[in-house]
């Protein structure tokens, strides 16, 4: 397997504000509804702690907040506990785009076996599609992984 590291790149236009989307991507009450059933928790300020929960309240990952500008970008370390302890990138842009919001996420510094590994990949693809579904239907897509 490669040891490279790549950036996966998943772009997204959703029918909601972003004041909206972030709702989706900050509260944890939110992020239960389209990413796993897990919960987001962090004060979300410049070098907080954040983590995420499963639902029976193991966390599942976790990293810091590196920046953050509401309702328009966020980058966070991340690290996917259920495959060990490394360190990647993740980075949410938002941007307005006449009543809508393209949602750009980026994954970066992850070593491209244990991305695939984790089927990341497709995971990330059912968070965003998940995200859309919620926002646009209020309806949460079926899980795929079980």
């Known amino acids: 397997m490669s040891k490279t590291a790549t950036d996966h790149v998943y772009e997204i236009i959703v029918n909601a504000n972003p004041e909206a989307v972030w709702k989706s991507l900050t509260d944890g009450q939110e992020t239960q509804k389209y990413f796993y059933n897990g919960r987001v928790e962090s004060d979300w300020k410049v070098g907080s702690d954040y983590h995420f929960y499963a639902p029976d309240n193991s966390v599942v990952s976790q990293g810091k907040v590196v920046e953050i500008e509401p309702h328009s970008h966020l980058k966070q370390t991340w690290v996917p506990l259920w495959i060990g302890n490394e360190t990647s990138t993740v980075i949410w842009n938002l941007q307005p785009l006449n009543g809508t919001t ?5 994954h970066t510094d992850i070593n491209d076996a244990a991305f695939e590994q984790a089927q990341m990949h497709v995971g990330w693809i059912y968070v ?6 919620v926002l646009e239907t209020g309806e949460s897509l079926p899980p795929i992984f079980e």
Do not use: A, D, I
């Open 128 to 133: 965003l599609s998940n995200l859309k579904s």
């Open 102 to 106: 393209l949602v750009k996420l980026t």
